[in-house]
């Protein structure tokens, strides 16, 4: 094991599972930095395109790497292991970051150590940004997962012991702003323009059908065919009907989409009696789930965590996070270690 100055745990992480190459350095549990490169590249695309992304985080991986070792404060010899993003992602991404780690790893003579993309999303609730008190969930906790790929409900029992109780049977939440938001003419990804524009509108104007699916389960494509056909049975009256009723277009739907991911995690409450709830993945970004989320807190008594918006998103903190942890349970990776596309927890 490789001991550093005052006996500090510095972890390098890495993350390429998609469109974002990420390098962040936590020292002892408290992030010292973390560089993300969004690429611009997929937005005349409208969707990511997986082969630019691999080229891209081809390009980006050194530089975004060496600029997080210089934020941190400390040279390469300080690292005391790496952590990088196993999957779920795109296949050619996530080879670009984990072909780095090893080779970083080989060079420096230090740990390697693989990540779950979806259990650091849900361990970037302990992400600290100074040696200080924080208040984390106690075990067991629920942890509201919702990006562009993912809509689940996890129970976590402890730090690698998490169990999904709920999830979509279809698209994801964050797939149904960007394609609700694509037929509207907004630009990828579409949830962060849909909520700004929501701000100006009213919530309450369109009413858009809410699937019934049974136990925790969570669907999304049956909103996108319906605001489909409710948009191209409107402009055949009005061919200015989107543009006319954005606001009240993008308000109505993001309250239906906060609507279904929050009653489905009341029904998780109740059904484990468990008060202590966390919010993950980049849809977790979204004001109005925050403060429906505090609503929903203040009414049933829950405890909530909701992480800072940098660490909701695809980053490296969490993979460093995640890494730390499975460091201090020396959890290492051997080298023939290759990447999944698809993973569960
Ligand atoms: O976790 P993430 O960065 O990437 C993965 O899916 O892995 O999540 C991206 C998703 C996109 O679908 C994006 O539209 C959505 O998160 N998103 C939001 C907001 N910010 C990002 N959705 C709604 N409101 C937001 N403010």
Known sequence: MKATKNDEINILGIESSCDDTSAAIISNGVILSNIVANQKV????????????????????????????????????????????????????????????????LASGIPLIEVNHLEAHVLAIFIREKEEEYSYPDFPFLCLLVSGGNSQIILVRNYFDMVIIGQTIDDAAG????????????????????????????????????????????????????????????????????????????????????????????????????????????????????????????KYDWNIYIPKFEYTMDNAAMIAMTGYFKYLERKFTGYDVVPFARTQL
């Open 42 to 105: 997929h937005e005349e695309y409208g969707g990511v395109v997986p082969e630019l992304a691999s080229r891209a985080h081809q390009k980006n991986i050194i530089p975004v790497v060496d600029l997080a070792i210089k934020r941190a404060g400390i040279s390469k010899t300080d690292i005391s292991a790496v952590a990088f993003t196993r999957g779920p992602g795109l296949l050619g991404s996530l080879l670009v970051g984990t072909s780095f780690a090893k080779g970083f790893s």
């Open 175 to 298: 797939e149904a702003f960007d394609k609700c938001a694509k037929v509207m003419g907004l630009p990828y990804p579409g949830g962060p323009h849909v909520e700004k524009l929501a701000k100006k509108g009213d919530p309450l104007r369109f009413k858009f059908a809410k699937p019934r699916i049974a136990g925790l389960d969570y669907s999304f494509s049956g909103l996108k065919t319906s605001f489909l056909y409710f948009l191209r049975d409107n402009l055949k009256e009005n061919k200015n009907f989107i543009e006319e009723n954005k606001a009240d277009l993008c308000a109505s739907l993001q309250l239906t989409i906060v609507d279904i991911l929050i009653n489905k995690l009341k029904k998780a409450a109740r059904q484990t009696g468990i008060r202590e709830i966390t919010i993950a993945g980049g849809v977790s970004a979204n004001l109005k789930l925050r403060h429906s989320l505090e609503a929903n807190a203040d």
